[in-house]
């Protein structure tokens, strides 16, 4: 697979960044979905937007359960922007996402067109997410009993369906960015197993490497 255009994290995972802390003292909600959906100076005009509005639509339009979507949005954003407390189902926050971003990346490239397809992703590579998702289950029990009101073994499963019935990519940004925003330590073996699968993905340099210090905690 190709490098990604970026060296960082990217799509879906990269705006839960975005909402973690105290997003809401500066800016609205589309405001912080903007600027996630702004490219890196490194990017082409648009990437950004349209990796974001991408993963949106594919999870938005999958057979998903929405409490599925509602779980792995909440844990990996940190609850920063908790759907359930605000009272905001998790499909119509996709579709919300997703039109800001569309909005985005038309402005970048007016006379662009983006098609989204489901995902034909290869067998290997959902094995081979699934079994790193699954794998991550102990250290996520073992760092908090519950995650903004899910079990650790609920946060695992719906990472695992998202990697299984999505796109495994998907699935393993955002089991990198749980196990970040939640400061869930790693193993020297997991972190390799992690590195390997980002050069798989075709991540860039500084990707998966946003969570190797938890390798020393």
């Given amino acids: 697979m190709a490098p990604r255009q ?20 500066d800016r609205t909600v589309d405001e912080t979905i903007a600027d996630a959906a702004l490219a890196y100076s490194d990017e082409p005009a648009g990437e950004a937007a349209s990796a974001i509005l991408a993963d949106a639509v594919r999870l938005e339009r ?6 599925v979507i509602t779980t792995v949005w ?21 579709r919300h996402v997703a039109a800001v971003c ?3 990346a038309r402005q970048a490239d007016p006379a662009g067109t983006l098609v989204i397809e489901a995902v034909a992703a290869s ?7 699934v ?10 029990a073992a760092k908090a009993e519950t995650f903004f009101g899910h079990e650790p073994g609920e946060v695992v499963r719906a990472l695992e369906l998202v990697a299984a019935q999505v796109d495994p990519d998907l699935g393993f940004r955002l089991l990198l960015r749980v196990l ?5 330590p790693i193993s020297d073996a997991q972190y390799a ?5 980002g050069e798989m993905f075709g991540y860039g340099r500084f990707h998966v490497s946003d969570v190797a210090h938890q390798t020393r905690w």
Avoid: H, M
């Fill in 74 to 94: 909440t844990v990996a954003s940190y609850g920063g922007y908790n759907l359930d407390s605000f009272g905001v189902d998790g499909r119509d926050w996709l």
């Fill in 102 to 104: 569309s909005e985005q």
């Fill in 131 to 140: 079994a790193a998702i699954a794998a991550a289950e102990p250290s996520l």
């Fill in 62 to 67: 999958s057979s998903l359960s929405t409490e």
């Fill in 180 to 184: 970040g925003a939640c400061r869930v």
């Fill in 123 to 129: 067998e290997d590579s959902v094995r081979a997410v």
């Fill in 193 to 197: 197993q992690y590195v390997a699968l």
């Fill in 6 to 25: 970026t060296e960082w994290d990217f799509g879906l995972s990269r705006l839960t960044k975005f909402f973690a802390g105290p997003w809401s003292y």
